[in-house]
């Protein structure tokens, strides 16, 4: 997850974003992967064309908003409404998991979006973006899930840090180094 340093640099525009020619790939393999897996739980009556692509915003008390767009919300029969964030790995993550820097950030990303919604279940679905098949033969464009517990620690931790640095952004005053 980003330090408070990093959050005030985007914040404030003093962090520079060049997406290079490599890295646009790897986003357009992505926009793929979530529209392809998109349309067709649409298609099999899991998930709503409304709920696909959803934006989100949430205004905070101390005067912060956090906006995100989350990937779909889909209604099991049988267990009710979930979030599902998509997300591709390369084939080494897919065979290892996710590092554990990664699956911070997004436990962290998709328990905003729970506590926006008031939807208390999720997952995310990990699509396995590489050409070579996987461990033990699995396909080479797998699917694996894994489940995000809805944590009020977490979101407590997160909106404390977002104030802090919104107070920062405010004063025109870096945060503190820790």
């Known amino acids: 997850m980003a330090s ?12 520079e974003k060049r ?4 890295l646009r790939r790897v986003f357009d393999c992505g926009h793929f992967w979530h529209a392809y897996y998109q349309n067709i739980l649409v298609a099999m009556g899991y998930a709503k064309p409304e709920n696909v ?5 949430y205004d905070h ?8 767009t989350l990937d779909l919300i889909v209604d099991m029969p049988k267990g009710g409404e979930y979030i599902v964030d998509l997300k591709t790995m390369n084939d080494n993550e897919f065979d290892t998991g996710p590092f554990p820097q990664t699956l911070a950030k997004w436990t962290a990303q998709v328990n905003c979006y729970m506590d926006w ?12 973006k590489g050409g070579s098949p996987g461990k033990g033969g699995l396909p080479a464009h ?11 620690n977490l ?3 997160i909106y404390k840090k977002w104030s802090y640095v919104w107070e920062c ?3 025109e005053t870096p945060p503190e180094a820790k």
């Not at 919604?117 to 396995?128: E, H, Q, S, V, W």
């Open 4 to 15: 408070p340093h990093e959050l005030y640099k985007r914040l404030t525009g003093q962090e």
């Open 19 to 22: 997406v290079s020619a490599g």
């Open 53 to 57: 692509e959803r934006s989100y915003g």
């Open 61 to 68: 008390p101390d005067g912060w908003t956090g906006k995100g």
């Open 117 to 128: 919604t008031g939807i208390r279940k999720a997952f995310i679905l990990c699509i396995r």
């Open 142 to 152: 797998d699917l694996r899930e894994i489940a995000i517990e809805y944590d009020e």
């Open 155 to 157: 979101i407590q931790d």
């Open 169 to 171: 952004v405010q004063n």
